[in-house]
Every structure is written in C-alpha cells, then in structure tokens.
C-alpha cells in the first residue's frame, strides 16, 4: 500500500463576483471525485506552483490564466485510492488567478462541468446537500466577501 504526498495549487479565477467552481466526475482519488470544487491539480516535478496553475487551467478548462496571487492558506487532507491500493496527503494551496477568455473547453474525460457562482449560489448547493470540497468553500467564504 503505497503513500504519497502532493502539493495542489486550486486555481480562483474570479469574474463579476463569482468563482469558477468545476464539478469533477473522475480522479484516481477518493475524495476528489463526484463532486463540486476549485479547479486545479498537482504539482508535478519541477515545477513551480505559478507553472502548474496556467498548465492545468490550460488542461482543464482550455484558458489561459495569469498568477496574481498566492494565498497563504494552505490545507491538508488525505484521500484514499479508487483502486485501494494506497492514500495521499494533498497539501491544497489557493491561487489567485485572471483571465480574459470567455470560453471554456473541458476536459471533459475529468470535469462533468464548469460553472460560475456567487457564494450565495454555493451556499445554496451545499445546504441542498450537494457534494462540495469544504476547504474550497471556506476559500470562496473568504474571497467572495
């Protein structure tokens, strides 16, 4: 049973008071599947966090996005498998980004979707009981004030 340790930069690209959240359908990880969260993704050796970010918006969501920000929170959980054969320990750092593109395109063999909420908005779907990563939205509590 292996264990590993990641860093993951989750990328806030902010636009006319709402976040772009992404509902994830598929992750070799337990808890990052099926549910609504920041996009982003693992740091992979040597890169930074700055690189990591535009390379996954760029993967993800088909944008390009400049770094203004890196936020000093940072959380840690651990997930295990889907396979069951290990755990991870994800270190998630929240980053500031901008875009000017307008129009997403999904990866769509990860994300189900990808949409723009309020903090009213998301509040609501986690009341109705949906699936939500509740660092992130503790992040979005915190930018979308």
Do not use: Y
Not at 116 to 126: D, G, K, M, R, V
Request: aromatic fraction near 6%; include cysteine.
């Amino acid at each position: 049973m292996d264990q590993m340790q990641s860093v993951v930069p989750t990328i806030l690209i902010e636009r006319d008071g709402k976040l772009l959240w992404v509902f994830k359908h598929s992750s070799p990880f337990v808890v990052c599947q099926n549910t609504w969260e920041l996009p982003g993704g693992r740091v992979k050796f040597g890169q930074t966090i700055e690189e990591a970010v535009v390379a996954k918006a760029k993967q993800l969501l088909g944008i390009d996005v400049t770094v203004t920000e890196i936020l000093g929170m940072v959380h840690s959980l651990v997930s295990d498998r889907t396979d069951g054969d290990g755990q991870i320990q994800f270190f998630v750092i929240p980053v500031r980004c901008t875009t000017e593109t307008t129009k997403l395109k999904l990866d769509e063999s990860k994300l189900r979707e990808a949409r723009w909420f309020s903090l009213e908005e998301i509040e609501a779907l986690n009341t109705r009981g949906e699936p939500i990563h509740a660092f992130d939205l503790t992040v979005a509590r915190k930018i979308l004030i």
